[in-house]
């Protein structure tokens, strides 16, 4: 039996979703993880009349098969943490409580909430810089 090399390895999707940043943010762990990760665009949505078929994804992150089990592991590991709101608590902190009194997390939401904000009103502002260059 002839074996394979990882340049003849078969390439599967492990993971699709319409959403850029999502898609960036799980190709990134997988790539901390050790493991290559190739995104496929599929086509616009704008080609669609503005809406995505269903099962079709904007982004599919795909790897070799033989990384396949242990990137979806990968994956749904990251879900489930983020589902039960782990991934807000630093490595020092005790576990939530889910108490409304929580205060780290509340801090940590807080200040995601203020680069929220510091991000959209920089993109207002660039957004306005735009438009009156534009207009003249």
């Known amino acids: ?9 078969r390439i599967i999707a492990v993971m699709g979703t319409d ?5 960036a943010l799980y190709q990134s762990m997988l790539e901390e993880a050790g493991i290559p990760v190739f995104t496929r665009h599929e086509r616009p949505a704008h080609l669609h009349g ?8 904007g982004y599919r992150l795909c790897v070799r098969e ?12 990251f879900k489930q943490s983020a589902d039960t709101g782990a ?4 490595p020092d902190d005790p576990p939530s409580t889910g108490e409304a009194d929580d205060s780290g997390t509340l ?3 807080h ?7 510091a991000f959209l ?10 438009l009156a260059l534009s207009k003249q």
């Open 1 to 9: 039996m002839k074996k394979t090399t990882p340049s003849e390895e």
């Open 19 to 23: 959403d850029a940043t999502l898609a």
């Open 50 to 57: 503005g809406h995505f078929h269903p099962g079709m994804h």
């Open 66 to 77: 033989s990384d396949a089990p242990r990137a979806t592991a990968l994956i749904e590991d």
């Open 87 to 90: 991934l807000l608590a630093g």
């Open 107 to 109: 801090a940590r939401l």
């Open 111 to 117: 200040v995601i909430g203020m680069y929220f904000i």
């Open 121 to 130: 009103i920089i993109g207002m502002a660039l957004l306005m810089i735009t």
